[in-house]
């Protein structure tokens, strides 16, 4: 044998060979690619975390501005938007404009200011600069028309928007304290900032999609809330991923509305969430 066969045999791999590197790499990709999954979802929750901090601190100016954070009585028209002479006003219905200029969104639940909030702090003109940060990472971006809105179960209109707002800041403390009090007018008013005992404990705000996590990673729905680290904002303006199961159980507040964590916390802005 020559010494160049010699040495092309020695430069080759054996089948086995082979097979042994096919095996390693195989498994430093199974490790890989979960920690790369897992880097990629904890990008997207800083994103997100950002996003509800941003819409956070519209309502930290909303409510110095206004003397409360954002709220809409029954019947009132929004500043600005014109409905026209041939326009009857109805006493229990909360109104709102929708983007584009012209759409009209009027609903007797009070307690649709959850996902409504976004015509009272923002004018319609600005919404295509801040929609990317009122919807969760990984959502479609596109504006929705009114073409794009659904009104059943399946399809709501308020799933155009991810972060949601706490109904304990749209009503007196009295209004969850447990008590029948129906829909009385003077508990449904906005909330002041010195009203908040517990800011620090107490959610105004968080991504109710978390549309990043998907896959293996989707979390499961229970009693409205996503089992899962979830981006929040709270009342002394600190954002962080708290599991909303976590929160503290919530008392019944109102016939229209399924009582759940985080909208119904006993004592509203007087009680903690956390």
Do not use: C
């Amino acid at each position: 044998m020559s010494v160049v066969e010699r040495n092309r045999i020695r430069g080759g791999f054996s089948l086995i060979e082979l097979l042994v590197v096919i095996g390693v790499v195989g498994i430093l990709i199974a490790i890989i690619l979960p920690a790369l999954g897992k880097a990629r979802a904890s990008a997207y929750q800083t994103v997100a975390l950002s996003n509800v901090r941003s819409v956070g601190t519209q309502f930290v100016g909303y409510e110095a501005d206004h003397g409360k954070y954002p709220q809409q009585d029954l019947g009132e028209i929004p500043a600005g938007l014109d409905l026209g002479p041939s326009y009857e006003p109805r006493g229990d219905e909360v109104i709102i404009p929708w983007y584009p200029r012209g759409i009209v969104i009027a609903t007797t639940d009070y307690f649709e200011h959850r996902w409504m909030w976004p015509a009272m702090v923002t004018p319609l003109d600005d919404w295509p600069e801040h929609w990317e940060t009122w919807i969760s990472p990984r959502k479609d971006e596109a504006l929705p028309e009114l073409d794009d809105f659904g009104f059943d179960q399946e399809d709501r209109v308020q799933d155009v928007i991810s972060i949601v707002y706490s109904n304990s800041f749209v009503a007196d403390p009295r209004h969850f304290d447990g008590e029948d009090h129906g829909d009385e007018p003077q508990l449904l008013r906005g909330v002041r900032a010195h009203e908040v005992r517990y800011a620090s404990d107490k959610v105004m705000l968080w991504d109710d999609d978390l549309s990043y996590l998907v896959g293996r990673n989707t979390p499961e729905r229970v009693d409205g809330l996503l089992d899962a680290p979830t981006p929040m904002f709270f009342g002394d303006g600190h954002g962080a991923a708290m599991n909303p199961l976590d929160a503290s159980e919530p008392v019944m507040y109102t016939n229209s509305v399924p009582t759940q964590k985080l909208h119904g916390t006993k004592d509203g802005v007087h009680g903690r969430d956390f």
